[in-house]
């Protein structure tokens, strides 16, 4: 990822994608709008979320989708992403 001008461009898979920052709570939420989203519902969020019981951390993506197709590539994507962090943290 890289930062400019507030922008924030993510690579993945030989791609890139922009976009700004809508919301951010310190070690616990943020979320993004893509640039090139003209919809007014379209974003896509990290929770880090901590069970009180057990102290067990969870990460939760949530990513917008207009329809099936593309929830099913979005789901693949943060999949993948997601197994590549847990392999580079030792999870």
Excluded at 6 to 23: I, M, P
Excluded at 57 to 72: N, P, S, W
Aim: glycine residues 4%; proline residues 0%; charged residues 35%.
């Amino acid at each position: 990822m890289n930062i400019r001008n507030n922008v924030y461009t993510f690579f993945w898979d030989g791609s890139e994608q922009s976009a700004k920052l809508q919301k951010k709570e310190m070690n616990e939420l943020i979320r993004y709008k893509w640039i090139d989203d003209d919809s007014s519902e379209g974003y896509f969020e990290f929770l880090i979320q901590i069970d009180e019981m057990t102290q067990d951390v969870a990460l939760i993506v949530t990513d917008f989708a207009e329809d099936e197709d593309e929830k099913e590539d979005q789901t693949n994507l943060w999949t993948k992403q997601i197994d590549q962090l847990k392999r580079a943290i030792g999870s």
